[in-house]
């Protein structure tokens, strides 16, 4: 749990980050090309090359291709479509989709979480009620790209590494990054821009940041927290972001927003939330019974 915290208060800043100083300014994937190149480099020295089954080293590299290398690619260019406040409030999704990931896991299927989900849509129209445009849907829906990879790829290390209990996690995580680097790379040389693959030292100096602290210690920490505690755990602690992230951006850098509309928005996606909750505590009494 402490694991998670700490990684929550890590990541807050890291949406204000991107959207103020790099995205439409540095091509999204170069920075995530970046990103993910510097936390390779970072567990590369602690990678255990030798006695690991190669089912393991498989299973993470496939892992961290769909957790950080598709996901980064969703959550980059969500920022060319959306404030920094709607991507973080959209991010509320990830528990939602932690759960049904899990079910899918078990082969199970839930219908009533499908009316949560649509009380969280709901609340992300209001948001965005006078706005609604092709941006803000294409926005919205690279937000869940986002949301739904970054829910499998924990739910998968969570399942694969309680396989593996007696293997240290620091010694094959490198492999976690490893996956995401072929996908981010080939990412970049297909759809970069060149001419925005040129950062400022101040750029850089964020880039180094959310490559070796966010990304490098900040997955390796989430993925073993993940592996520490139960799925609704770490569905809730999925939604700690989010107003940890509004409050960085809000407050921090004063971003005007309509607070309005935000706030019944917010309700709306928190009473969403509330409502799953009430589903899950169905479920679980009915197979109790």
Request: proline share 3%; net charge positive.
């Amino acid at each position: 749990m402490n694991y998670l915290v700490a990684v929550t208060l890590i990541w807050a800043f890291s949406f204000s980050l991107i959207g103020e100083f790099l995205a439409g300014r540095v091509d999204s994937y170069f920075a995530v090309m970046i990103r993910v190149l510097l936390a390779s480099l970072v567990f590369l020295p602690f990678t255990q090359f030798r006695s690991i089954p190669i089912k393991l080293k498989a299973a993470l590299m496939g892992i961290g291709a769909v957790q950080i290398g598709i996901m980064y690619l969703f959550f980059y260019n969500s920022f060319l479509f959306l404030t920094v406040p709607e991507v973080v409030l959209f991010t509320i999704f990830t528990p939602l989709y932690v759960t049904i990931i899990y079910d899918a896991f078990k082969k199970e299927f839930k219908p009533l979480y499908l009316i949560s989900t649509g009380v969280a849509v709901l609340g992300a129209y209001i948001i965005r009620y006078h706005e609604v445009n092709s941006g803000f849907i294409i926005g919205f829906l690279l937000v869940q790209g986002a949301n739904f990879t970054f829910a499998l790829g924990q739910s998968a290390y969570k399942k694969v590494m309680e396989s593996y209990k007696n293997i240290k996690q620091r010694s094959v995580f490198g492999y976690f990054h490893f996956g995401a680097l072929p996908v981010v790379i080939v990412a970049f040389l297909l759809f970069g821009d060149a001419q925005k693959a040129h950062p400022s030292l101040l750029q850089w100096s964020i880039l180094m940041w959310l490559g070796i602290v966010a990304s490098g210690v900040g997955y390796f920490l989430w993925n073993k927290g993940a592996c520490m505690v139960d799925s609704g755990v770490l569905a809730i602690m999925n939604n700690a972001l989010v107003p940890a992230g509004l409050i960085v951006n809000l407050f921090i850098w004063g971003k005007p927003t309509n607070l309005m509309l935000l706030t019944l928005g917010s309700i709306v996606i928190g009473f969403s939330l509330w409502l799953h909750n009430f589903f899950m505590q169905r479920y679980q009494q009915k197979s109790s019974l």
